[in-house]
Structure formats: C-alpha cells, structure tokens
C-alpha cells in the first residue's frame, strides 16, 4: 500500500516538511557524490547498537560521541527506494501534524521521535554491529500521532497486488493499522538475532512515541 495523499489538507504550507525533506534529500545526494568514501561516511554518522552500549568504535570512522549519532542517522538513506518511501510519508503525512503542533514543536516531536525510535532499536538488539539509518523512525512517530488524531480521515491509496492496481480510499486508522501490525509481524522473527536487517522496532517505537508525545504536546 502506497499512500499518496489525505482527504483533510491543513490550508498551510508545510514548512517544516518541505525543509526536512529538502534536507534529507541534499545529504542523500551528497552521499551519492562521495563515491567510494560514502561507507565510511555512513559508518560515521550511522547508529551502531554496539559502539553506544560499549563506546567502543564499530569501524575506523567511527564518531568520536555516538549519542550524536542518534540525530545524524536520521538524515542518511541506504538508496533512492529507502529514501523516495520515508520522504513520501512524511509528506503526506506531516502536513496536519506540523499544522496542529506548529513549526517549534513540531521539530522537537520529529527529532525525539528519531532519537526514541534509535534508542528502542539499540534496546532490542544492543550487539549490533551493523549501522543502523533512515528517518523511518521519526516518521513512524508522525503516523503515530496522525493514527491518534485523524483516524477517520481518508488516506488515498495506490494498491499493486500483481496485475491488480487501483488507487482507493482507506481511513487513516486502517491504513496506518495495518502498517503497523506489518512492522509487529514481520519484525517479530528477528528478536534475539543481531544485524537482522530492517529495523522493525525502530518503526514500532517510533510509532507509539509519537502517539505519547502528541497526546502530551497537542495543546
């Protein structure tokens, strides 16, 4: 399921969105530039489960304070699928979230989100050797708080199954549901198998951080 826009637009432009995905964009292309130098680019500002438990460096390029990378991995993608996805939900969904929280807070939830989700990730599976990146996390917290605040609105959506394709109207409770039972199904076998690929339980925390944090702040 693709989401490809919501029936309930805020009327404002998206500025924070728009920045964060501009942003995400230059250092994916920065990282394109890079060539064979975009490994160890990666390696330094990538989460690595086992250099924030132990402190002690997963790879040469390591950076020298690995809580920072909690915030840095969330602007590094691993290719042009990994990155055309995130940016495309937090587009469709971010425009009401920013609206409802403004542009501030709106930021503080996005960066916490990330940094909880990372910090959830690590929890799960702190041997890790493998560098951990992509906004998935942050963006899990804003279909978080969208699956909170919005669950009836209309989630225009682009179905491929094989030969069958056709866009549909899906509430957001049941879109952003069934994401969500995918991430809890599909991550579940990797519990207690380190460097297991996709980071499910980054998207899961990030998730429900984003319904806590948004309950909170949603004043």
Same mark, same amino acid.
């Given at each position: 399921?693709?989401?490809?826009?919501?029936d309930?637009?805020?009327? /404002?432009?998206?500025?924070?969105?728009?920045?964060?995905?501009?942003?995400? *964009?230059?250092?994916?292309?920065?990282?394109?530039?890079?060539?064979?130098?975009?490994?160890?680019? &990666?390696?330094?500002?990538?989460?690595?489960?086992?250099?924030?438990?132990?402190? @002690?460096?997963?790879?040469?390029?390591?950076?020298?304070?690995?809580?920072?990378t909690?915030?840095? *991995?969330?602007?590094?993608?691993?290719?042009?699928?990994? &990155?055309?996805?995130?940016?495309?939900? =937090?587009?469709?969904?971010?425009?009401? @979230?920013?609206?409802?929280?403004?542009?501030?807070?709106?930021?503080? !939830?996005?960066?916490?989100?990330?940094?909880? *989700?990372?910090?959830?990730?690590?929890?799960?599976?702190?041997?890790?050797? =493998?560098?951990?990146?992509?906004?998935?996390?942050? @963006?899990?917290?804003?279909?978080?708080?969208?699956?909170?605040? !919005?669950? /009836?609105?209309g989630?225009?959506?682009?179905?491929?199954?094989?030969? !069958?394709? /056709?866009?549909?109207?899906?509430?957001?409770?049941? !879109?952003?549901?069934?994401?969500?039972?995918?991430?809890?199904?599909?991550?579940?076998?990797?519990?207690?198998?380190?460097?297991?690929?996709?980071?499910?339980f980054?998207?899961?925390?990030?998730?429900?951080?984003?319904?806590? =944090?948004?309950?909170?702040?949603?004043?």
């Amino acid at each position: 399921m693709i989401p490809l826009r919501v029936d309930n637009p805020s009327g /404002r432009f998206p500025f924070v969105t728009s920045l964060i995905i501009l942003l995400n *964009s230059a250092v994916f292309i920065y990282q394109f530039s890079l060539g064979q130098g975009e490994q160890d680019f &990666i390696w330094k500002y990538a989460v690595v489960a086992r250099t924030l438990t132990t402190f @002690i460096p997963a790879h040469p390029a390591s950076i020298l304070f690995p809580p920072l990378t909690l915030i840095t *991995s969330q602007f590094l993608h691993g290719g042009l699928i990994h &990155i055309l996805f995130n940016m495309l939900f =937090l587009w469709v969904f971010g425009d009401n @979230i920013e609206a409802r929280l403004g542009f501030i807070k709106f930021v503080m !939830f996005y960066l916490v989100c990330g940094i909880a *989700s990372g910090i959830i990730q690590v929890i799960t599976f702190p041997n890790a050797a =493998l560098p951990l990146i992509g906004a998935s996390g942050a @963006i899990a917290g804003v279909m978080g708080a969208y699956f909170l605040k !919005f669950p /009836r609105t209309g989630v225009q959506t682009l179905i491929i199954i094989f030969f !069958f394709i /056709r866009v549909v109207r899906i509430p957001a409770i049941v !879109f952003l549901g069934i994401w969500l039972i995918f991430q809890i199904v599909a991550g579940a076998p990797s519990l207690g198998i380190d460097d297991g690929g996709i980071a499910y339980f980054a998207h899961i925390g990030g998730f429900f951080c984003g319904m806590i =944090l948004f309950k909170i702040w949603d004043k």
